[in-house]
């Protein structure tokens, strides 16, 4: 039976992942909201191509207060660019946001750690542009939770 994914308006766990100097929690709450990358396993392209496209843009989602963390499958970890790749060395991670072990995903919460917005994705890697996690950072940023903000559709120019 497969767990659902984790859904907007869910609080994300906790989630202990290996970097480079041993486990690291990627999410908690904190001063910036975590944006976290879901790749597939190596080698996979365009998922290489998609980390490249958010690095143009990271400067952008920190100046929205968002902390961008890519997730790739096992212990191949590395400090690579301008945002860690911190491994999931047991799928646990994504067990327990219910993404699927043969998906990519995307996740942005604010910095409470409720979601904003989440898609997972086969291998037709239709990821949100890091433009629109841009836009999504700065309505995350701006917003409070007692305002109701409308979300951005990512899924809208798919």
Same mark, same amino acid.
């Given at each position: 039976?497969?767990?659902?994914?984790?859904?907007? &308006?869910?609080?994300?766990?906790?989630?202990? %992942? =290996?970097?480079? +100097?041993?486990?690291?929690? *990627? $999410?908690? @709450? #904190? /001063?910036?909201?975590?944006?976290?990358?879901?790749?597939?396993?190596?080698?996979?392209?365009?998922?290489?191509?998609?980390?490249? &496209?958010?690095?143009?843009?990271?400067?952008? %989602? =920190?100046?929205? +207060?968002?902390?961008?963390? *890519? $997730?790739? @499958? #096992? /212990?191949?970890?590395?400090?690579?660019?301008?945002?860690?790749?911190?491994?999931?060395?047991?799928?646990?991670?994504?067990?327990?946001?219910?993404?699927?072990?043969?998906?990519?995903?995307?996740?942005? +919460?604010?910095?409470?750690?409720? $979601?904003?917005?989440? /898609?997972?994705?086969?291998?037709?890697?239709?990821?949100?542009?890091?433009?629109?996690?841009?836009?999504?950072?700065?309505?995350?940023?701006?917003?409070?939770?007692?305002?109701?903000?409308?979300?951005?559709?990512?899924?809208?120019?798919?």
């Amino acid at each position: 039976m497969t767990k659902r994914l984790i859904s907007v &308006g869910d609080i994300l766990p906790r989630l202990s %992942l =290996a970097g480079p +100097a041993g486990i690291r929690h *990627a $999410v908690g @709450p #904190g /001063a910036t909201a975590p944006l976290l990358l879901f790749v597939h396993p190596a080698p996979c392209p365009a998922c290489d191509d998609y980390l490249a &496209g958010v690095a143009v843009v990271v400067d952008d %989602l =920190a100046s929205w +207060a968002t902390r961008v963390v *890519a $997730v790739a @499958p #096992g /212990a191949g970890v590395e400090e690579a660019g301008p945002f860690p790749v911190l491994g999931d060395q047991d799928g646990a991670a994504r067990r327990r946001l219910g993404i699927g072990d043969d998906e990519a995903a995307v996740l942005l +919460a604010d910095r409470w750690g409720e $979601v904003f917005e989440v /898609a997972a994705f086969g291998p037709d890697h239709g990821f949100p542009l890091p433009r629109q996690l841009v836009e999504s950072a700065k309505i995350v940023d701006l917003s409070c939770g007692e305002c109701n903000v409308p979300s951005p559709e990512w899924r809208a120019t798919r």
